[in-house]
Nanobody, 113 residues
Framework: QVQFVESGGGLVQPGGSLRLSCAAS????????MGWYRQAPGKQQQWVAR???????NYADSVKGRFTISRDNSKNTTYLQMNTLKPEDTAVYYC???????WGQGTQVTVSS
């Protein structure tokens, strides 16, 4: 039912910042929790952050204190503000509802000097 389109990725130097967006189609966005996930070649997909419909948040230990998940229900959009980026943050980033539906194309984040 719901489709997601991720955007905002790119190349950034270590210590830099990037803001990802996840635009959701459909009319049921507001009732779901949302999550951000990432995957690099040869690595398992990793859960990054979660935000409930009410705005409660949770983060993986690897990004806690550096990343902030937020949502704008009026725009059916979820965001991931990424600060103090590290090379190990390099991955394709995906968003999805919780419970999950089909995946979008993701957006590439590359952290390199």
């Amino acid at each position: 039912q719901v489709q997601f389109v991720e955007s905002g990725g790119g190349l950034v130097q270590p210590g830099g910042s990037l803001r990802l967006s996840c635009a959701a189609s459909g009319s049921i966005f507001n009732i779901y929790a949302m999550g951000w996930y990432r995957q690099a070649p040869g690595k398992q997909q990793q859960w990054v952050a979660r935000i409930t419909s009410g705005g409660n948040t949770n983060y993986a230990d690897s990004v806690k204190g550096r990343f902030t998940i937020s949502r704008d229900n009026s725009k059916n959009t979820t965001y991931l503000q990424m600060n103090t980026l590290k090379p190990e943050d390099t991955a394709v980033y995906y968003c999805n509802s919780i419970p999950m539906t089909h995946w979008g194309q993701g957006t590439q984040v590359t952290v390199s000097s």
